[in-house]
């Protein structure tokens, strides 16, 4: 219910009259500031510069559950707009902004997205995203919103009524000077996904992440939005050679098996097999078919490490997609044979301290295989040698800090991060003439378009075929 009122402030004259509050025979309202022809108005009598009343409007806000007033100079202006906010209550819509800002809005907002309580665009429920997913979202708050670099713009600052799309616009420009388009297209999406329980609670009139300017694509951006790198076909002979070198020069030091056979099977597997690397940490030996004339791995399933504490859990993929089966290699199924002889070997040696899971890549107790970075290492090492080659560079050469004891160890730097194996497979795939919807399936994408987007760079070979097919078609 609207109420349009007429709101003055009189003093009574003796004879009991009502007359308009003045100050020196001028309206209370006008006074002047410091700068010359600058009027500042008082707040206490609805007055206007002339000492004319006032029309004050006020509509209940039913979401907010408190009243919304304004006050007007003409009795039309104060109609207009309580027409305009009738119409608003009618669309669902809030009529007294959000004061909260941008970074207590989204610390609420992860808080009910943990909980299952936020719904989609069009309204339907969704389930809790997966502790890993939730993670990531968590991540991506704290490092641009919450705890922002020195050189980008305080948007958590902003309050969420007084947020714009030309805010995003200039902290997506600020982004790409410390980071890659992909992980920008990241944080948008975050943001779309945020911003639309806004608009659907009525705590914005739109979202404002639809009409933001979001940067196009690096070249070669792959699901994590870093940019991915791909090995040829001799660096990747020679990154697999180097594992499998490294694992066969391992010899039992007494009752101590070395891990290195193990990590020679992961890394081709990856390489081979083009498995994301949590998707391998989480297959067993029920879902590899080595033995079989036609070998293959059944992926259903992914290995999440719970950051911050000790532990682990298996989860479903995010797609259905994900769940597949990819033929494997002879290369691959040797080492992953080679490896399950050493592991029962281990099991024999941990004896009661062996935990029993079935997992594939294990610790010598068992337990998930972890900390791959350090393996992933010693063969890129391997591969380019004590100078600076394709698959590293190496830092200065360090200073003895003591007099006696060994000597600090040489700082490197891969080329190449984990991921990219899988990167390396895809490509290969694409350049050997694999169709790309194939290899999409192979890989788990959601869709074939992205296998495209992706690898493009991969099909100059395709590209001259096809010309040349028309030219044995139609001549020249």
């Known amino acids: 219910m609207a109420i349009i009122k007429k709101v003055e402030r009189f003093v009574v ?23 010359k022809g600058t009027p ?45 906010q009738e119409g608003r209550k009618e669309h669902r819509e809030r009529l007294t902004g959000d004061r909260r800002t941008l970074a207590e809005y989204l610390t609420w907002w992860l808080e009910m997205k943990a909980q299952g309580a936020v719904a989609g665009k069009h309204g339907r429920k969704r389930k809790a995203p997966r502790s890993r997913t939730m993670q990531d979202y968590r991540e991506l708050v704290e490092k641009w919103i919450t705890k922002p670099p020195a050189k980008l713009p305080a948007l958590g600052r902003v309050r969420l009524d007084e947020l714009s799309h030309r805010d995003l616009d200039d902290f997506y420009a600020a982004m790409l000077d410390v980071t890659t388009a992909g992980s920008v297209r990241r944080f948008h999406g975050l943001m779309v996904q945020a911003f639309e329980e806004a608009v659907r609670k009525g705590y914005l009139p739109h979202n404002p992440a639809d009409r933001a300017s979001v940067p196009q694509s690096d070249e070669g951006d792959d699901e994590d939005g870093a940019v991915s790198q791909a090995l040829d076909e001799q660096q990747s002979a020679r990154f697999l050679k180097s594992a499998r ?9 007494g009752e101590r098996v070395m891990p290195d056979r193990c990590w020679s099977a992961l890394w081709h597997l990856l390489l081979l097999a083009a ?20 070998a293959a791995v059944h992926v259903h399933r992914n290995l999440v490490r719970l950051r911050g504490q000790k532990g682990w859990r298996l989860e479903r993929p995010k797609t259905k997609n994900a769940v597949r089966d990819v033929p494997l290699p002879g290369l691959a199924v040797r080492e992953l044979k080679a490896w399950r002889t050493m592991q029962k070997r281990q099991r024999l040696l941990a004896g009661d301290q062996w935990q029993e899971h079935g997992f ?38 360090p200073k003895r800090e003591h007099r006696a004891g060994p000597l600090p160890a040489r700082e490197f730097t891969p080329a190449f991060r984990i991921y990219d194996l899988r990167h390396t497979c895809i490509t290969l795939w694409i350049r050997a003439g694999v169709p790309v ?26 590209k001259l075929e096809a010309a040349a097919k028309m030219d044995a078609l139609f001549g020249t």
């Open 13 to 35: 004259d003796q004879d009991g009259r009502k007359v308009p509050l003045l100050r020196h025979g001028k309206p209370v309202l006008v006074t002047r500031g410091r700068h």
């Open 40 to 84: 500042r108005y008082q707040t206490e009598p609805y007055l206007d510069e002339h000492g004319r009343p006032r029309w004050q409007a006020t509509v209940y806000d039913k979401i907010a559950r408190k009243p919304l007033a304004k006050v007007f100079a003409r009795e039309k202006d104060a109609q207009q707009w309580v027409r305009a």
């Open 245 to 253: 070198t490294i694992a066969d020069a391992q010899e039992q030091d």
């Open 275 to 294: 498995l994301r690397p949590g998707e391998a940490f989480g297959l067993k030996w029920d879902d590899l078919a080595i033995d079989d004339a036609k």
């Open 360 to 397: 594939v890549f294990t610790t010598s107790k068992g337990t998930p295989l972890g900390g791959a970075r350090r393996s992933f290492e010693r063969v890129c090492v391997a591969a380019n040698g004590e100078k600076d080659g394709d698959f590293g560079t190496w830092g200065p050469q």
């Open 437 to 462: 919807h194939v290899a999409s399936k192979l890989a788990g994408h959601a869709a074939a378009a992205f296998t495209l987007t992706v690898y493009a760079k991969a099909l100059p070979e395709q």
